[in-house]
């Protein structure tokens, strides 16, 4: 099993060095899901919600999140980066619960990847959909937060293969 890179010969937390890894273009998916009740997802696709337009102010925030992540995760290296895209997507069933899907694509060229800010971007994005609707729905969940791919540097290409995590009743 490879060792952990975030810490030194002493067993001391440390920022790794990038110093010598050559910049190549990097990309990292990430994507999750926050849960609700239909009647919620109703409000937010309809645009009728007290706070606004919660899709549209939550991809922001994504963007904003993926920006600061070094500021935000002590280890994590500061990054140029080139491009930052919010999707979502609605999952409505009929037994009443429904669901967001929220994917993050950023990139970069550099010596390290993305990962950290696709995931930043992720949860910040449901977060805000949490916090712009919880006035009506408090039972919110958010999961399934995971990088789904990643592209680029040393290791080169990874696809993570889930499976779709079963509703609860």
């Given amino acids: 099993m490879p060792a952990l890179t975030h810490f030194d010969d002493q067993g001391q937390a440390h920022m790794v060095d990038v110093a010598a890894k050559p910049a190549t273009h990097r990309i990292a998916v990430a994507s999750g899901r926050i849960s609700m009740r239909h009647e919620t997802l109703c409000l937010i696709e309809s645009g009728t919600a007290k706070k606004g337009d919660v899709l549209g102010i939550a991809r922001i925030a994504g963007i904003q999140a993926a920006k600061k992540t070094s500021d935000l995760i002590p280890l994590c290296h500061p990054l140029t980066l080139t491009r930052i895209a919010i999707d979502f997507e609605a999952v409505d069933s009929e037994n009443s619960t429904a669901s967001i899907i929220c994917s993050a694509t950023v990139e970069t060229v550099g010596?390290?990847?993305?990962?950290?800010?696709?995931?930043?971007?992720?949860?910040?994005?449901l977060l805000t959909i949490y916090?712009?609707?919880?006035?009506?729905?408090?039972?919110?969940?958010?999961?399934?937060?995971?990088?789904?791919?990643?592209?680029?540097?040393?290791?080169?290409?990874?696809?993570t293969h889930r499976f779709q995590r079963p509703q609860s009743n």
């Fill in 111 to 125: 010596p390290t990847g993305v990962e950290m800010e696709a995931l930043t971007a992720v949860q910040i994005a």
């Fill in 131 to 159: 916090d712009m609707c919880k006035a009506v729905d408090r039972g919110m969940s958010i999961y399934d937060v995971y990088v789904m791919e990643k592209h680029g540097g040393k290791s080169g290409s990874h696809v």
